[in-house]
């Protein structure tokens, strides 16, 4: 019998990070013998981690335990900063340094008898200061993942990730690899998208078929107004000209938006009655699970694009471009560069629309060549 592989997953920046790494967890556990422990530090991830059935139902498939070990951190202390005031900072320093010192009973034993330990790659130290510390003493292997499934051909890097040395990031493809490199990431290894490991889409196909999911619905992926990435205009254009297409080309179907976790559905409340339309259902249900039952999906842009993809749903990129956007992405949209769908105004989603509806869609060619690359040695060796 195999020795049991020892995994810790520190979960610190995103709830998307679990979209990375149940898919990942899916293809390790269908044939090793592999014990995997996610410690979440952010108490706003985990409330909405066990708010999921889903989440759950992957849990126990997986045989995988969670729990919360809080840390204070920039997501659940987001309403201001205290202040540059030297009480301010100290009573911030002695906050953390109290909630640091009850978790290390629970963490440091659980980093010591692993074999692996996992965080994703924007590094937030406030809580991985544990493991790299235990690591200048007591070597262990790390991993770094990105928190969602991210294509990074043409992006501005940011500041160089902190320990960036002592890990290695795991790269969905090759085309992500100079990016890495900018922010730090010398140590690469392609492991390729785990979102189209075929054992994650059992996992989905026989939640969905349990639950009997059979009503057809057209999919919109939104997204939260940034400045970066999506100005309040263009985002009311594009949800208005949505609705709009969608009725005008799919009758009274079902629309169900998944709103983005940082989304105001306010808005989206507005937008819709603006547009008298009805049969409109907001969901926060997992974005896989939404496309097992869509004719189509629409995204405004993000890495959501590979959730309906990877369930062979026709999907497209539906996307103006915020003012800023190309300071950080200089030559547009990677997901169109790569040959995914993508369309600009109203009367091109129309055309998308009747390809759909005359049974022209063409699945990219990327998602084949993505769909044949899966490797997880990292984790056995």
């Not at 995103?14 to 995997?36: G, T």
């Not at 054992?199 to 919109?220: G, H, K, P, R, S």
């Not at 940034?226 to 609705?243: A, G, T, V």
Request: one cysteine or more; hydrophobic letters at 40%; aromatic letters at 12%.
């Amino acid at each position: 019998m195999k020795k049991t592989k020892k995994i810790i997953v520190f979960i610190t920046h995103s709830l998307s990070e679990i979209n990375v790494l149940f898919p990942l967890f899916s293809a390790l556990k269908s044939n090793s013998n592999i014990e995997i422990n996610i410690i979440f530090t952010v108490k706003k991830i985990h409330t909405e981690y066990i708010r999921s059935p889903f989440y759950h139902y992957c849990e126990k498939r997986l045989g995988l335990t969670t729990n919360l070990c809080y840390i204070p951190n920039k997501f659940d202390n987001n309403k201001e900063k205290l202040g540059l005031s030297i009480i301010k900072k100290v009573f911030k320093r002695v906050n953390y340094l109290f909630w640091l010192f009850k978790a290390l009973p629970i963490i440091i034993p659980k980093i010591l008898l692993s074999n692996i330990g996992m965080h994703e790659f924007s590094n937030q130290t406030s809580a991985t200061k544990p493991l790299y510390l235990l690591h200048s003493i007591v070597k262990k292997q790390i991993l770094t993942y990105h928190h969602g499934n991210e294509i990074t051909i043409d992006k501005t890097a940011c500041s160089k990730r902190a320990d960036s040395e002592e890990s290695t990031i795991l790269l969905f493809g090759a085309h992500n690899s100079n990016y890495m490199k900018k922010v730090g990431y010398g140590k690469q290894f392609v492991i390729g998208y785990p979102i189209f490991f075929k054992e994650w889409a059992e996992i989905v196909n026989d939640y969905c078929n349990a639950l009997n999911y059979q009503n057809q619905t057209v999919l919109i992926y939104s997204r939260h107004v940034n400045e970066r990435y999506m100005d309040l205009d263009k985002y009311i254009e594009l949800l208005s000209s949505s609705l709009r297409a969608i009725r005008f080309k799919f009758n009274n179907v079902e629309i169900v938006i998944k709103p983005h976790p940082r989304e105001d559905i306010q808005i989206i409340n507005e937008i819709i009655e603006s547009q008298n339309i009805s049969n409109v259902t907001i969901s926060y249900e997992h974005p896989a699970v939404l496309a097992k039952t869509a004719k189509m999906a629409i995204t405004f842009w993000g890495s959501v694009i590979f959730e309906s993809l990877s369930m062979g749903v026709p999907t497209v990129e539906y996307y103006k471009e915020a003012d800023k956007f190309r300071e950080d992405y200089p030559n547009g949209s990677n997901y169109k560069t790569v040959g995914i769908h993508s369309v600009s105004d109203e009367k091109e989603l129309e055309n998308f629309m009747d390809s759909v509806i005359n049974s022209n869609y063409e699945t990219p060619f990327i998602i084949d060549e993505f769909k044949k690359v899966k490797n997880t040695k990292i984790f056995f060796t």
